[in-house]
C-alpha cells in the first residue's frame, strides 16, 4: 500500500513546519499450514518536502513533525491461530491493545511503530479474551537513525476483555521497563 500524508506545524519560537512524506509497505504473508503463517513487510518512507524538523536531519529551526526518511523492516512474524480464538504470534509484529492509549502502533505516523514480541491470545469462552505479551523491542515511529528510534524492554503486558450486555469490559496490567528510554 502507499499513503501521501500532509503535516503542518505552527510553533512559538520556530518556523512553521510543513511535511509532505509518502509512504509505501510491501509485504506477503504465506497461506495457513496447520494454522501457521509467515508474514514479511518493508516500509519505506519519503520525505517530498523538507521544511520541517524531522527529529534527526538537523532542522531544528523548524518545529518536529516526526516522519524521518526510513526504509526499514516493518514486521517479520510466524503466527499460528487454533480452534476457539487461540492466537499466537513470535517476531516483529503490530500490537494495538483497546484504544491504543498506551501500547499501539502509532498508525497516523507514516513510520508504524512495531515489537520484537511474543504474544498469546486466548478465548476460553465467547465472552472472554486473555491477552499476554512479552516484549522485547521497541521499534518507535523515529527510525534507526533516531537514539530513540529504538528501545529495548523487559515488557509484559496481560489483559482481560469479557463481552457483557452493558458493553467490553476491560482489565489490564502493563508492566513496563525500558532499558535506554530518555
Do not use: C
Not at 500500500?1 to 509497505?25: H, I
Not at 497461506?31 to 509467515?38: E, K, S
Not at 491493545?97 to 514480541?117: M, P, S
Not at 458493553?167 to 535506554?180: H, I, P
Request: glycine fraction near 8%.
Amino acid at each position: 500500500d502507499a499513503r501521501l500524508r500532509y503535516e503542518s506545524v505552527s510553533q512559538d519560537g520556530l518556523e512553521d513546519a510543513s511535511a509532505l512524506t509518502l509512504r509505501t509497505r510491501l509485504g506477503y504473508e504465506t497461506p495457513a499450514w496447520h494454522g501457521f503463517r509467515v508474514l514479511g513487510e518493508v516500509e519505506g518512507v519519503g520525505q517530498l518536502t523538507d521544511d520541517f524538523n524531522d527529529t534527526v536531519n538537523g532542522s531544528t529551526a523548524y518545529a518536529i513533525v516526526a516522519e524521518p526518511e526510513a526504509f526499514e523492516l516493518n514486521r517479520l512474524q510466524v503466527s499460528w491461530s487454533g480452534a476457539h480464538g487461540r492466537r499466537a504470534v513470535l517476531g516483529r509484529q503490530r500490537i494495538v491493545l483497546n484504544n491504543a492509549r498506551f501500547v499501539g502502533n502509532v498508525g497516523f505516523r507514516q513510520n508504524e511503530q512495531t515489537f520484537d514480541a511474543a504474544k498469546v491470545v486466548s478465548k476460553p469462552t465467547k465472552e472472554v479474551s486473555l491477552t499476554y505479551a512479552s516484549l522485547d523491542r521497541v521499534h518507535r515511529i523515529f527510525g534507526d537513525d533516531d537514539p530513540q528510534g529504538e528501545w529495548n524492554s523487559d515488557s509484559h503486558l496481560f489483559q482481560a476483555d469479557v463481552k457483557t450486555k452493558a458493553g467490553v469490559l476491560t482489565g489490564y496490567s502493563y508492566l513496563m521497563a525500558f532499558k535506554n528510554a530518555a
